[in-house]
């Protein structure tokens, strides 16, 4: 089974408005990463945050991480059309072990 | 760097014939990885190597499945005999490091 599940599976919003998605995980990891892919392509990864990290912000991203709830959330500021893509969550165990979740459908309206 | 290289873009081949995807990870990189992407899995890591070397294969659905990576600048993952099910998205990713992987475009599989 996967490790990471994101939440929602799909999200809808104007342009201009907040994005949130969510992930949650079992097991301990040594890091968290957060991948966007548009339609037809590869995975672009787009920020790590480690386990003893809480917050980190890059450009208009926010990922937190609460390890004692096992999850973590990626926040889209001032969304534009060009972020519509699925976004995936991917943990990192110790041990070497990274595995995606199923991903979150981000659709932004212009 | 052209980043990660996957041919071929889409291949279209019958059930029981013989399929070999190809990847050329960005040079320099240590670790390669192969996915495979469906709607029904999502996306579902097959195969690591290391410096050449086949370090994890427990995603490997059956023996029909086989990856090689006899240099550092080439891998082969073969599927031999297809089936219908193995049609997907196959991915290549490498890296240097486990905090950050760079992935290629994916080879769309269809198996009729």
């Known amino acids: 089974s996967q490790q990471g599940e994101e939440d929602p599976q799909a999200l809808s919003i104007q342009e201009g408005e907040n994005a949130t998605m969510n992930c949650s995980y079992k097991?301990?990891?040594?890091?968290l990463q957060w991948y966007r892919q548009n339609s037809g392509r590869g995975l672009v990864h787009l920020i790590l945050?480690?386990?003893?990290?809480r917050e980190k912000h890059s450009g208009r991203l926010r990922v937190t991480l609460d390890t004692s709830k096992k999850s973590s959330s990626l926040l889209i500021t001032a969304s534009r059309a060009a972020d519509t893509a699925s976004y995936f969550c991917?943990?990192?165990?110790?041990?070497?072990?990274?595995?995606f979740g199923a991903g979150t459908i981000l659709r932004v309206k212009s | 760097d052209a980043g990660v290289i996957q041919s071929p873009r889409h291949e279209v081949t019958e059930m029981g014939q013989e399929v070999t995807l190809r990847c050329k990870p960005i040079?320099?990189?240590?670790?390669l990885f192969w996915y495979r992407q469906t709607m029904m899995r999502g996306l579902e890591l097959l195969i690591y190597?290391?410096?050449?070397?086949?370090?994890?294969d427990s995603g490997m659905p059956e023996d029909r499945f086989s990856a090689k990576m006899p240099n550092a600048s080439f891998s082969t993952l073969k599927i031999q005999p297809s089936e219908p099910r193995d049609s997907a998205v196959y991915f290549c990713?490498?890296?240097?490091?486990?905090?950050?992987?760079?992935f290629g475009p994916g080879t769309r599989l269809t198996v009729t």
């Open positions: 097991t301990s990891i040594n890091n």
């Open positions: 945050i480690r386990s003893n990290e």
């Open positions: 991917a943990t990192v165990e110790y041990g070497n072990k990274l595995v």
């Open positions: 040079s320099g990189h240590d670790y």
């Open positions: 990713a490498s890296t240097l490091s486990w905090d950050e992987q760079y």
């Open positions: 190597f290391n410096n050449n070397v086949p370090i994890d």
